[in-house]
């Protein structure tokens, strides 16, 4: 396998590990906050995310390459409320998104056209994992700090991810 691809695939599975964790971390919070319909969902955003990283690593090492199995910082822990755990999740996305189109780009520099064609799934999944994010945030700027609102949103999470455990979309 291209070592410049390689390299940059492993630095791919760091970011996938650390959203996985960030999540992860998230939903604690939010369970352990009673607010049991996000956290749902979140855990189910962090085992998504896992496999993504996971995805990579088969990828790199059926292609020849070797996936290098990271050790990562402790995630923030701390949350103020729902548009702050939203917020920080779109901006990570927004991240994990450049992220995905270096690759694409560097794929391109090496004539690596199998390694852009298996991007192409993660390329669509940012689109959808952003625009959920987006419309999460959405509804919770009007909700506001309406409690009975609130209840409603997470009622609604809960419902979202029930109807749809494996995939991101609203
Ligand atoms: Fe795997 Fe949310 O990016």
Redesign the pocket.
Known sequence: MNKRIEEILNKQIV??AV?SQLYLAMASWAESSGINGTADFLYL?SD??RE??LKLVRFINERGGRALIPSIEVPRQEFNSLTDIFTLLLE??IK?TNMINEIVFVCLEEKDYSTHNFMQW?VA??LE?EALARNILDKLKMIGSDKAGLYLFDRDLETLQNANPGGTEV
Do not use: L, P
């Open positions: 970011a996938e959203s955003h998504e995310e993504h990283m990570h996305e994990v993660f999944e940012q994992e």
